[in-house]
Nanobody, 123 residues
Framework: VQLQASGGGLVQAGGSLRLSCVVS????????MGWFRHAPGKEREFVAA????????YYADSVKGRFTISRDNAKNTVYLQMNSLKLEDTAVYYC?????????????????WGQGTQVTVSS
């Protein structure tokens, strides 16, 4: 299974970006999917997750109401729509796949990880 994240870039505060994570090798419906981020000098942190069925979603308090995770199983892709971006959202964003299909908030429960995409929010 390979995960390819894309969609990062430079955006002004208050702007929007949509990250994509394409899963290859297996159908994405087999997995719960999550997004995590890692900023310089900080620990990796959970951002959002979605269950294999898509029926359950989870968000970090810091992004709730601004970010939306979704999945398109026909395209084998998971998305992270990020609105009202803040300076503190600057980080490398990683997507991950969970064979248990739960969409967990715990990084250690994920089985596969993508390579990351840089998001930089400027003032």
């Amino acid at each position: 299974v390979q995960l390819q994240a894309s969609g990062g870039g430079l955006v002004q505060a208050g702007g929007s970006l949509r990250l994509s994570c394409v899963v290859s090798g297996r159908t994405v419906s087999r997995y719960g999917m999550g997004w995590f981020r890692h900023a310089p000098g900080k620990e990796r942190e959970f951002v959002a997750a979605i269950s294999g069925s898509g029926g359950s979603t989870y968000y970090a308090d810091s992004v709730k109401g601004r970010f939306t995770i979704s999945r398109d199983n026909a395209k084998n892709t998971v998305y992270l729509q990020m609105n009202s971006l803040k300076l503190e959202d600057t980080a490398v964003y990683y997507c991950a796949a969970d064979r248990a299909r739960t969409g967990t908030v715990v990084a250690g429960n994920y089985d596969y990880w993508g390579q990351g995409t840089q998001v930089t929010v400027s003032s």
